[in-house]
């Protein structure tokens, strides 16, 4: 499935007030990104979704356009700009090939929330090009992405990934050994597969392809392609425990939001935090 049809298929439930848990994870997500937009931008929010954040920055003082390519997601974006009293026109529908329509240096920040893991590599270059056209000298790219390091601390089906495709490697090229290992891996694990169709909580990642990197070397890969460098990181959504328990548990899983707080500053932030921001600035003679 393209991820422009499930989140066609989602919108309408993709953030609902109704479940504390998921608006509050959200929140935690927005908040953590506008934690690094400096005061007073014009700002493009490039995969704006159904607005939230588009409102939470506007009403702090910004100057924000929005453009989505899921037409749901756009309407619902648009409604919640009406209202906060807010020009629902400053949101639209729009992809990459929208960013071409837009000056050279016409925001001081180019911002895209939860939308790189679902680009391939050569989207995701197309996307950092046009950013930096978009932006002066001075301005900034400010990104989220989905941290691979995680699968680490996951205990689940992705932990035996992580170890076939970043561990196993190094040790071995015979591949009788490498699937031996990689069968003691798995045994190690009480759940390595799918989560059941009945499960309570599936993530984007049981059904879309999303694309996971690694906090620790991405910078030296914006560095290297896009002549990039970080001004700053943040960490979002900690898991403390296996994510399939810690979601699934009424009695538990706000020890999450708990955790992420005691969390945000430790060195470890780099293994237990699934997602990252990072705040960017271009390379300039």
Request: aromatic share 12%; with cysteine.
């Amino acid at each position: 499935m393209r991820s422009t049809e499930y989140y066609s298929e989602i919108a309408n439930k993709y953030i609902t007030p109704e479940d504390p848990f998921w608006y509050r994870y959200h929140q935690n997500r927005f908040n953590t990104f506008n934690s690094l937009v400096p005061g007073g931008k014009r700002i493009l929010d490039f995969g704006c979704g159904t607005g939230e954040n588009i409102v939470n920055l506007t009403l702090a003082g910004h100057q924000v356009l929005g453009i989505d390519p899921v037409p749901e997601m756009v309407e619902l974006a648009q409604a919640r700009m009406r209202e906060h009293g807010l020009d629902s026109r400053l949101v639209s529908v729009g992809d990459l090939a929208s960013l071409t329509t837009y000056a050279d240096g016409e925001f001081d920040i180019v911002s895209a929330l939860n939308v790189l893991p679902f680009l391939s590599e050569e989207e995701e270059d197309e996307l950092y090009t046009q950013a930096k056209r978009l932006t002066p000298d001075d301005g900034w790219i400010i990104v989220s992405h989905t941290n691979e390091l995680v699968d680490l601390v996951t205990f689940n089906r992705y932990t035996v990934e992580f170890w076939r495709d970043r561990i196993i490697p190094y040790l071995t090229s015979d591949g009788e050994d490498r699937r031996e290992l990689l069968d003691i891996c798995r045994s190690h694990l009480s759940y390595p597969d799918v989560p059941s169709c009945d499960a309570t909580v599936k993530s984007e990642r049981d059904t879309l392809k999303k694309r996971r990197v690694n906090p620790i070397e991405y910078p030296r890969v914006l560095l290297k392609k896009h002549d990039l460098v970080v001004d700053e990181i943040a960490f979002t959504h900690f898991y403390p425990m296996p994510p399939q328990f810690m979601e699934d548990s009424e009695k538990y899983r706000d020890l999450i939001f708990v955790f992420e707080d005691r969390m945000k500053t430790d060195p470890l932030r780099y293994v237990f935090a699934s997602i990252f921001v990072m705040r960017l600035k271009k390379v300039t003679a």
